[in-house]
């Protein structure tokens, strides 16, 4: 015996189930995100990966550069350009998480760059680094980057 289903109580059912709008926290959020950012950049809460930071950050001092420091002998010294480009391309690994980061800056410079740890800023594009190409680790977790794919 074949059982025949019972179609009387699915006929008062809705063809479409209808769709509840969004909650408004839902609604809003990328309006308020886009806010926040734009008063970040006005109150100068983003940092620029300039050569000058990588360079103090990431490379190691020079033998004279540790005496004046321990010495506390202030110092100016110009360097021209460069030599400013070929102590960037010494650099293999950058590490700046939670640098508030909001474009790539001269990291793109550091020709010999292996290990990379960008996470946890603000960035949006990261075509800069196109010019590491020995790049092994790239962490780039919990930024706004963007991917445009070409079709």
């Known amino acids: 015996m ?4 019972d179609w009387s109580r699915w006929r008062d059912m809705p063809e479409k189930p ?3 709008p969004p909650p408004i926290g839902v609604r809003y959020a990328k309006q308020r995100e886009q806010e926040i950012v734009r ?8 940092v620029t990966a300039s050569r000058s930071v990588l360079r103090d ?7 004279e550069e540790q005496k004046d420091r321990q010495r506390k002998q202030i110092f100016i010294y110009q360097r021209n350009e460069n030599e400013e480009a070929a102590s960037l391309e010494q650099i ?5 998480p939670k640098a508030r980061l909001r474009n790539v800056g001269d990291i793109g410079y550091c020709s010999h760059l292996q290990i990379c740890d960008l996470s946890n800023n603000y960035l949006i594009n990261v075509d800069a680094l196109t010019g590491c190409k020995q790049l092994i680790y790239l962490d780039l977790h919990s930024n706004q980057v963007v991917c445009n794919i070409a079709s």
Do not use: C, D, N
């Not at 074949?2 to 289903?5: C, D, E, G």
């Not at 950050?57 to 033998?63: A, G, I, Q, S």
């Open 57 to 63: 950050k990431f490379l190691p001092e020079t033998r």
């Open 18 to 20: 209808s769709k509840s």
């Open 39 to 46: 008063q970040a950049e006005e109150h100068g809460y983003f």
């Open 2 to 5: 074949v059982s025949i289903m």
């Open 92 to 96: 293999k690994m950058v590490w700046l």
